[in-house]
């Protein structure tokens, strides 16, 4: 049975930074990701990862979130710069074997940036 569990969102103040983690058991995945949900928005992309550390990013969050993983751990992380109080959200863990986003989803973890 596929696990993915969450962890590392809160509140930070705006031009702070927060580091996302999700770690998965049940599987080994090729594609990993993160994506965001804001209230009353439709879910978007912010960053996936393949297997041999392709990336590929939301325009809104280009050169301020960083994707990586680690194999060895079946774990992707989002480390997140610069927040800004449009990126709060719900944040959601991806993971799959083709296309994204891929079939297995965590349970998210809010983001908030505020003063």
């Known amino acids: 049975q596929v696990q993915l569990v969450e962890s590392g969102g809160g509140l930070v103040q705006p031009g702070g930074s927060l580091t996302l983690s999700c770690a998965a058991s049940?599987?080994?995945?090729?594609?990993m990701g993160w994506y965001r949900q804001a209230p009353g928005k439709q879910r978007e992309l912010v960053a996936t990862?393949?297997?041999?550390?392709?990336?590929d990013y939301g325009e809104s969050v280009k050169g301020r979130f960083t994707i990586s993983r680690d194999n060895a751990k079946n774990t992707v992380y989002l480390q997140m710069n610069s927040l800004q109080p449009e990126d709060t959200a719900v944040y959601y863990c991806?993971?799959?074997?083709?296309?994204?986003?891929?079939?297995?989803w965590g349970q998210g973890t809010q983001v908030t940036v505020s003063s």
């Open positions: 990862i393949t297997r041999l550390f392709t990336t």
């Open positions: 991806n993971m799959g074997y083709r296309v994204m986003p891929g079939v297995y």
């Open positions: 049940g599987g080994i995945f090729n594609n």
